[in-house]
C-alpha cells in the first residue's frame, strides 16, 4: 500500500516516542511544543497578550494591534479532513502536550477534547 499520512494513533505514538526520547527540540514548527518556541525563552507573562486561536476576537485584537481593520483570519494551510479521536492518541496526546498546557495554565480553555469526538 502507498500511504502518504500516518492514521493518527501512530502519529500519536511516533510524537509520543519522540517526546520521551528528550527530542521533542528537534521537531519542526509544525510538531514544535510551544513551551519549546515563542514560550522557551520568553515566558506567557512576557508577552502583552496570549489568546487561542480559535477565540472569536482573537483577529479582531490583533487586527486593532496592527491598525487594520480586516480581521478575517487568512486559510492558507488547512486540512478538510476529519479523524476519530480514538481513547488511545488521546491519552498519548495528552502525555505530550502536558508541558505545553502547564506554561500556558491561565491563558487557555479547559482541554475541551473527549475520546470518540470527529477533529
Known amino acids: 500500500s502507498n ?3 500516518l492514521d493518527l494513533d501512530t502519529f500519536a505514538a511516533a510524537l509520543h516516542d ?10 519542526n ?3 514544535l511544543p510551544q513551551n519549546l518556541a ?3 525563552s520568553y ?15 482573537t483577529f479582531q485584537i ?6 487594520s481593520t480586516n480581521s478575517t483570519p ?3 494551510h488547512q486540512s478538510a479532513g476529519k479523524v476519530l479521536l480514538t481513547a ?4 498519548l496526546l495528552r502525555k505530550v502536550t502536558r508541558q505545553e498546557y502547564a506554561v500556558l495554565n491561565g491563558y487557555l480553555a479547559q482541554n475541551w477534547l473527549k475520546a470518540g469526538m470527529l477533529i
Open 18 to 27: 519522540i517526546h520521551a526520547q528528550g527530542k521533542a527540540r528537534f521537531l
Open 38 to 40: 515563542c514560550f522557551y
Open 88 to 91: 488511545k492518541a488521546l491519552k
Open 62 to 67: 490583533l487586527a486593532s494591534t496592527l491598525n
Open 29 to 31: 514548527d509544525h510538531f
Open 43 to 57: 515566558p506567557p507573562e512576557q508577552w502583552s497578550k496570549v489568546i487561542e486561536m480559535n477565540r472569536p476576537e
Open 3 to 5: 500511504k502518504t499520512c
Open 74 to 76: 487568512p486559510v492558507a
